[in-house]
């Protein structure tokens, strides 16, 4: 017979990954926007937004609405957007998905897909709706690049999602 | 499905309290993060502490990747370099022969230029470089072009100052951290820069279009003026930004736009000079209220806010009675 843990210290680690390990990657998820590469068109998906939906697809009853407040704040600040724009978006978005997860039977993988194109076509368009709210004279096509390659990311970050879920709750 | 009747997860006062709690905190924040966003909206310098903060402990991350991706950029070009070396030879060496010849031209309208500026007694008006700084990072994901650079207030960094490459304007100082700074990029949709083609002089304004081009519109109406291959600089007009510093070359033209890019690419830059904000009318001299002498080309902006004491003198002497009419602060 195996046993789960052989000490306290062990106990208390497993703890910690159980409980921080989401929170943790979507942190770096954010920091990613750090990378110093200089480009000249906005191309590169947000992670830490793709990687905040994957959590919450894979994991609906982890995190509180509220939670996305101070996520949202740390992308904000660590991306440069105004102060407020993605923690009124995922908060709301949030939100959005509990009233849509009472409501839904079941979802599946392609599911996910749909409902995560769903919301990053909204985020990136919020994000395009607030800039031209702060004076950005850009036509919405400048966007479609970032727009299609977040699609086409989700399902990588969904698949590392599953991969850091399995681990965190490995005995 | 419709909706269960009741949401409550289960017997427990607690746990019914909690998740009640939840959403109000949750819709409670999400009304903060609008008046926050409104707040951002109508006052983008606002919160400037905060995000002076975040942008002066995030960009020593930055700082230290950008070296190995520059090594990895400039090792693609070294291995293109190496493959088209003849047929690039050949060019270079018929670019060189073109650029003597001009050269040569050039030196002896300088010296003209000199001889005729003394005459009018007209003297450069030198914007003094504020400080130098290396270019780490930019937006990625969102849709405004901003750039990071790795000098701040404590450098002399302010709000405004125009920032240019060796190669030409980069942008413009939007933020300011102690240790860093954000540059809105001469791309990004919300700038806009005067500038004037060096080859027929015709004033136009450069706005970014958010994906890496410019659109140039020419400040008169009538046919496109503007030829493929021409360059830009800007004019000076309006302060900010000094005059003659290379802008944009222009890559595409229809009938109605003018499609140029940035002569400097904010990617390849090694560094970024800060200069002063250029204000012509500042430093020119206010005593008889008369307009100081300027070439045709130049316009001049209203006197700015900072000049309070000049203005009102001048508009006393010029207006009988006009008292503490100073222009209101920005």
Redesign the interface.
Known sequence: MSRIAFNSAAVRRKHLRREYVPVVSTILAC????????????V????G?LMLIAWRLLRPEMW???L??PL?LFND?????????S??IW??L??IFD?MD????FRDYWMDWLIAAFAITGYVFA??F??????????FP??LP?LGASILAFPIVARFVLALDRWRLAR | MAPPKTRRPGFSRRAQYGLFIGYVVAVGGVILAVLLLVVAIIDPTGFRALRGAALDVTTPISSAGRGVVRFFTDSGDTISHYFFAASQNEGLTQQLAAAERELIEARAIRYENQRLKRLLKLSDEFTDEVTTARIVSSSLDSSRRLATIAAGSSDGVRVGQPVRAPEGLIGRIVETGVFAARVLLLTDGASNVPVRSVRNGIPAMATGRGDGTLDIKPLEVGENPFRKGDIFVTSGTGGIFGPNIPAAIVVRVTREETLARPLANPARADFAIVQGIYMPSADAPLETGVAPPSDSLQVLPPPPPPAGVQATKVQAANVEGAHTQAAPGR
Do not use: K, Y
Not at chain 1, 31 to 42: A, E, F
Not at chain 1, 44 to 47: A, E, G, L, N, T
Not at chain 1, 130 to 139: F, H, R
């Open positions: 920091l990613l926007s750090l990378l110093p590469i200089i480009v000249s068109s906005p590169i998906p947000d992670f937004f509180a609405p509220a996305a407040l949202g600040l660590v991306g440069g957007h105004p102060i407020g724009q923690m009124a908060t709301s949030f939100i009233i009472s409501r839904v039977l994000d395009w607030i800039g031209t709210l702060m004076g950005n004279s850009a036509g400048v966007m970032q």
